[in-house]
């Protein structure tokens, strides 16, 4: 195995700790973000007009996550300067699908000698030894991994998405239900299979009128928004 792989955390484990430099000061992760929703994501590098786009969407989305208690993280190789000179370039040179004068407030991380990287997987030597992946890490107020999605160097993120998902996780811990393909926020949910056949007859006999079965293992119902 190369020196630059490293085994990624997968769904289920507790996000690797680290501290770091960043372009809001110091972090010790995820002790300063306990309680918080997070997403941590890298990017190839500085001054990258795909990059840029994503780093401009984040940023102008981050009050929409607030909302959702979460916060944003994000990392690539390059040095904090770099990161302080590209971020101010953002502000004051990139208009972008009407977005200008975007400040960038969430921390960067500073990633020299690709420790953190190296410790999240998002080095993938098949793709770049120098240049970390576009790797999404959803992690949970406990630290846990909750949700992983890595996309090529070539490819910017949907960032609606990574919200949507942050949105339906949260829906899935409170109400204890899962979400269909394509869900949004107010649409239907599933409802956990039946645990024995009577309560299996029952969903299918329509004794619960909350819930709406398409058969005895796949029912639906309305869920309230979460706050």
């Given at each position: 195995?190369?020196?630059?792989?490293?085994?990624?955390?997968?769904?289920g484990d507790?996000?690797?700790?680290?501290?770091?430099?960043t372009?809001q000061?110091?972090i010790?992760?995820?002790?300063?973000?306990e309680?918080s929703?997070?997403?941590?994501?890298?990017?190839?590098?500085?001054?990258t007009p795909?990059?840029?786009?994503e780093?401009?969407?984040?940023?102008?989305?981050?009050?929409?996550?607030?909302?959702?208690?979460?916060?944003?993280?994000?990392?690539?190789?390059?040095?904090?300067?770099?990161?302080?000179a590209?971020?101010?370039?953002?502000?004051?040179?990139?208009v972008?699908?009407?977005?200008?004068?975007?400040?960038?407030?969430?921390?960067?991380?500073?990633?020299?000698?690709?420790?953190?990287?190296?410790?999240?997987?998002?080095?993938?030597?098949?793709?770049?030894?120098?240049?970390?992946?576009?790797?999404v890490f959803?992690?949970?107020?406990?630290g846990?991994?909750?949700?992983?999605?890595?996309?090529?160097?070539?490819?910017?993120?949907?960032?609606?998405e990574?919200?949507?998902?942050?949105?339906?996780?949260q829906?899935?811990?409170a109400?204890?239900?899962?979400?269909?393909?394509n869900?949004?926020?107010?649409?239907?949910?599933?409802?956990?299979?039946?645990?024995?056949?009577?309560?299996?007859?029952?969903?299918?006999?329509?004794?619960?009128?909350?819930v709406?079965c398409?058969?005895?293992?796949?029912?639906?119902?309305?869920?309230?928004?979460?706050?």
């Open positions: 195995m190369s020196s630059l792989e490293n085994r990624m955390p997968l769904i507790r996000a690797p700790s680290f501290r770091a430099k372009t000061g110091e010790d992760f995820p002790k300063d973000y309680g929703w997070v997403v941590f994501f890298s990017h190839p590098a500085d001054f795909v990059c840029t786009t780093f401009m969407t984040f940023a102008s989305m981050q009050e929409a996550f607030a909302k959702r208690n979460c916060k944003l993280l994000g990392l690539s190789i390059d040095s904090l300067y770099a990161h302080i590209w971020l101010r370039t953002i502000k004051e040179k990139i972008f699908k009407g977005m200008k004068n975007v400040e960038v407030t969430f921390p960067v991380i500073e990633d020299l000698k690709m420790e953190v990287a190296r410790a999240y997987g998002m080095l993938q030597p098949g793709a770049s030894t120098t240049q970390a992946v576009r790797a959803l992690i949970d107020p406990k846990i991994v909750r949700a992983i999605l890595y996309y090529p160097l070539s490819n910017g993120r949907n960032v609606d990574i919200l949507r998902l942050v949105i339906a996780l829906t899935s811990d109400h204890g239900v899962a979400t269909p393909a869900w949004q926020p107010g649409e239907d949910v599933i409802v956990p299979p039946p645990g024995s056949c009577g309560v299996a007859r029952a969903r299918v006999e329509g004794k619960d009128p909350e709406k398409l058969d005895w293992f796949m029912c639906l119902k309305k869920c309230p928004p979460i706050s």
